[in-house]
């Protein structure tokens, strides 16, 4: 059947776009060729690029995990707990 999708099997799917994006931002070889080797349609290899490239820039960017400022707050008053009960404790 002609009219069907190529499916990749999940494991290779990360390697196989990995491969696909390092190879397209190389231009080594032209889009069709890479089409063909990988069995995607060439339309979506340039939305890839487009896409790897205009997102790139967050590589660089300092993460902030969202997480990170509720577990500092929990862990400040968590110690200042901590030192009052061992300053209730060392009083007694």
């Known amino acids: 059947m002609t009219g069907m999708r190529g499916q990749h099997v999940p494991e290779q799917g990360g390697n196989m776009l990995r491969n696909l994006h390092l190879e397209a931002l190389k231009e080594r070889e032209t889009i069709e060729?890479?089409?063909?080797k990988y069995d995607i349609h060439p339309n979506q290899i340039n939305t890839w690029k487009r896409e790897f490239i205009s997102k790139s820039e967050t590589v660089f960017e300092k993460s902030t995990d969202p997480g990170r400022e509720s577990k500092d707050k929990l862990i400040e008053t968590l110690y200042s707990?901590?030192?009052?009960?061992?300053?209730?404790?060392?009083?007694f």
């Open 33 to 36: 060729a890479l089409a063909k």
């Open 81 to 91: 707990r901590i030192g009052e009960l061992s300053v209730a404790n060392d009083f």
